[in-house]
Structures are given as C-alpha cells and as structure tokens.
C-alpha cells in the first residue's frame, strides 16, 4: 500500500486548499477513504471519510459545511476541499484505507495570518 498526499501549504485564516491523495498497491474502489489530521503535540484525529463508491461522506463536527471530501476511482485519488480555515485546522493531514497500519508521509497544512 502507498499513499501520497499533496497539497498542503500555508494559507491565510479564510483562505482554501485542495488536498489530493494519490493511493496504490490495493483496489482503490472496494475501499471507503480517510482523511485524518494531527496538530502538534496532539492525536491524531479523524476529519472525513467517503465510502467506496462515494455515495456517502462524514465529518468531524469541528469542519463540517467548511470541508467537503470526494474520491475519483478511475484516478485512485481521494481528495479534500478545505474552505474558511482557520489557525486551528493547522496540521500534517493524511489519508488512509480501513486497512493495516502504514501511512503515508502527509501533507502540512499551516493557517495563518
């Protein structure tokens, strides 16, 4: 399994980012998708999930209306659309299958002014 994510970067508080994860090594389109976040010197949390033909999504409370996740099976890629950051949505995002315990490197993400 290989996961990589891209599109992290620093933005202003309000600004918006795309984040892309490029998944391989395992069929893509059996699988529901995770995107996860981890602040410095905090837990990993879980912000989205899409099921595996993407008909159904989920939120964290903390980005629900700001972020909206979404996959393209015939790319293998899981996407998120964060719009409204804020300075709290700083973090390394990664994605992940509900499967084994390898991830992937992450993609920073830093909100500020």
């Known amino acids: 399994v290989q996961l990589v994510e891209s599109g992290g970067g620093l933005v202003q508080p309000g600004g918006s980012l795309r984040l892309s994860c490029a998944a391989s090594g395992f069929t893509f389109s059996s699988y529901s998708m995770s995107w996860y976040r981890q602040a410095p010197g905090k837990e990993r949390e879980l912000v989205a999930a899409?099921?595996?033909?993407?008909?159904?999504?989920n939120y964290a409370d903390s980005v629900k209306g700001r972020f909206t996740i979404s996959r393209d099976n015939a790319k293998n890629t899981v996407y998120l659309q964060m719009n409204s950051l804020k300075p709290e949505d700083t973090a390394v995002y990664y994605c992940?299958?509900?499967?084994?315990?390898?991830w992937g490197q992450g993609t920073q993400v830093t909100v500020s002014s």
């Open positions: 992940k299958p509900p499967f084994g315990g390898s």
């Open positions: 899409i099921t595996s033909a993407g008909r159904s999504t």
